[in-house]
């Protein structure tokens, strides 16, 4: 059962793509699994990017148990994990859990869209939490 806050989760997909976006960071053929692929250089010369530092300092805020489930929608939504292995996925991002989460979810270029999936795999949509 999903057990973060779906308007949290939202908020960092806008951040996501806040940072990404603008700086058409992504690369065309990334593989399967971006973080293997020292993602991060994807952020090169973002690192001052004031989007980019609130958005590791609101990942970096969230509780042990919401960033492990931050990291298991991730994964769901990279297709790591299915649905009915939800259970397995929050489990696993608790064992491997550190101080780097936000670092480690940053490395994922395309982290909004991972996350957007991971909560349709929920019946949930970020269009239901957009203000106005």
Same mark, same amino acid.
């Given at each position: 059962m999903l057990e973060i806050d779906p308007?949290? @989760?939202? !908020? %960092? @997909? *806008? $951040? #996501? =793509?806040? @940072?990404y976006a603008p700086e058409d960071t992504i690369e065309e053929n990334f593989g399967a699994n971006p973080v293997d692929e020292d993602a991060l250089e994807a952020l090169a010369g973002n690192e001052d990017d004031p989007n980019?530092?609130? *958005?590791? #300092? /609101? %990942?970096?805020? *969230?509780? +042990?148990d919401e960033q492990c489930q931050l990291v298991a929608l991730a994964w +769901?939504? =990279?297709?790591? !994990?299915? $649905?009915?292995? /939800?259970a397995e996925a929050v489990v696993t991002a608790q064992q491997r859990h550190s101080e780097h989460t936000g670092d480690y979810l940053l490395g994922m270029p395309l982290l #909004?869209? !991972?996350l957007e999936e991971g909560l349709a795999q929920f019946d949930l949509s970020c269009e239901d939490f957009k203000d106005g």
């Open positions: 308007g949290t @989760v939202c !908020y %960092i @997909v *806008l $951040k #996501a =793509r806040q @940072v980019l530092q609130e *958005l590791k #300092a /609101w %990942i970096e805020s *969230l509780n +042990l +769901l939504g =990279r297709d790591d !994990y299915a $649905k009915e292995d /939800w #909004a869209d !991972y």
